[in-house]
């Protein structure tokens, strides 16, 4: 049973980081678009660390329409 745990733990890890990291660059391609290709910036650092940013501000602001 421990080997399909850490199987599916470490695909799941996986499969979310690339998320997060496709929404990234996503994000960045957006402005960056007349500059360099999709697949050029999908290569580079900062993806996972935008679409985390990304993520935490469009919770932040779900969470401020509700506090209202």
Do not use: H, P
């Amino acid at each position: 049973m421990g080997i399909i745990e850490a199987f599916l733990e470490t695909l799941f890890q996986e499969i979310l980081w690339g998320l997060i990291k496709r929404l990234g660059s996503f994000i960045r391609w957006l402005f960056l678009r007349n500059k360099y290709s999709y697949d050029l910036i999908y290569k580079q650092d900062w993806n996972g660390r935008v679409g985390l940013l990304t993520i935490c501000l469009i919770i932040i602001l779900i969470l401020g329409l509700f506090k209202v």
